[in-house]
């Protein structure tokens, strides 16, 4: 490595974080840890290894092509794609033994016409998303069909939380989806069916003391199945929402280029959008938005240099940014601080932390992209999960 810009993961903080999540969800619970997108930016393939070395049973993509890449890996999990698909992926889902979730009556054809054995599918419904999934008053023409179905067995259906965050409340929008969903698997239930929807908001709503102590809340009447996407990579989908103990898994981290001392008047990077008023001195980084730092955090963002929280000044490059960094240095001997360590987020070796929810404050966006934004030319270094 010629350049010291990585994202470390942190294997260990992975693993509580699962068991965090079972321990909410109980002894039995359906648990589909979500390592789509390259397991949100942290490693498909590594994690989802992890995962199945600490007990998890089912992973879930969104791709069919990130499916065959863990098959290909060695996964021996239940592997749900997410995706839809048509007669080709349908093959290609029913060679590499992984499970469809189903979304479309075209899609249930496609599957029937590839299939010489029995085939599993999860199929899911549109409770006010909008986005995937059959209308709920399909439903029991959905069970008349599985009923004569040869080759297509129905093991599970579904919904997805679009404000999974108000999942604690009785009359958000996520219990009005809760309700839909209890109607339509009334039509199942007595097939053998289960039922899954709770994403990080919904699971994280359920920790909650109030919901966890009232028997009848929403959340409590079924067994919802889990698929956790966010809380798994260690952070929580609200700040509200606290009864986990979560630990961010990727530290995004960089080592300084070189520093710079600047007089009064002089600018830094393209536009000359900063300008120095007095003496600074200025920490150039080689990590920029071609690595996945959003450039809108440009002048606005922070980052941890030297255990302190440094204002990114200018604007951000493809390659590099620069950091204010006149306060921590101040009279000392800058030579100490040539190869200081950058957090752009997580920990530093001494433990503080700079959380991935702060960058996503300051470049108005979700913590979610944060992390998924972490670029390919990033190389992910793993640490902890000795088995
Ligand atoms: C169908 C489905 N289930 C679960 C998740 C996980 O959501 P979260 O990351 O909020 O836990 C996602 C992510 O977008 C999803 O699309």
Known sequence: MFRRTFAEINLDHLAHNFFEIKKVGGEGRFICPMVKANAYGHGDVDLAKHLENVGATHLGVCLIEEGL??????????????????????????????????????????????????????????????????????????????KNSKKLKLKAILSHFYCGEDAVSTSGLSAQQAKIMTEVFSYFKDDGVFAHLLNSGGIASLAEASVKNDPNHFLNKENWGFRPGLMLYGYSPDANLKAMNLKPVMTFKS??????????????????????????????????????????????????????????????CMDFLMLDVTNVVKDKNIQKFNEEEVILFGYDQNGNFLSADVTAKAAETITWEVLTAVGERVPRHYKGGQA
């Open 69 to 146: 890449l863990l098959r290909n890996h060695g996964m021996k999990s239940k592997i749900l794609v997410f995706r839809g698909f048509d007669k080709q992926g349908a093959q290609k889902i029913f060679d590499a033994q992984m499970t469809p979730v189903v979304s479309t009556w075209d899609q249930l054809s496609a599957l029937e016409s590839v299939a010489d054995e029995t085939i599993k599918v999860h199929v899911k419904f549109n409770t006010g998303m909008n986005r995937l999934g059959f209308a709920p008053q399909e439903a029991e023409k959905l069970r008349t069909y599985f």
């Open 255 to 316: 080592v300084v280029n070189n520093i710079r001392q600047l007089q009064p008047g002089e600018t830094v990077s393209y536009g000359a959008t900063w300008k120095a008023d007095k003496p600074a001195t200025i920490a150039v980084v080689p990590v920029g938005y071609a690595d996945g730092v959003h450039r809108l955090l440009s002048n606005r963002g922070v980052a941890m240099f030297a255990g302190q929280q440094v204002p990114i000044i200018g604007r951000i």
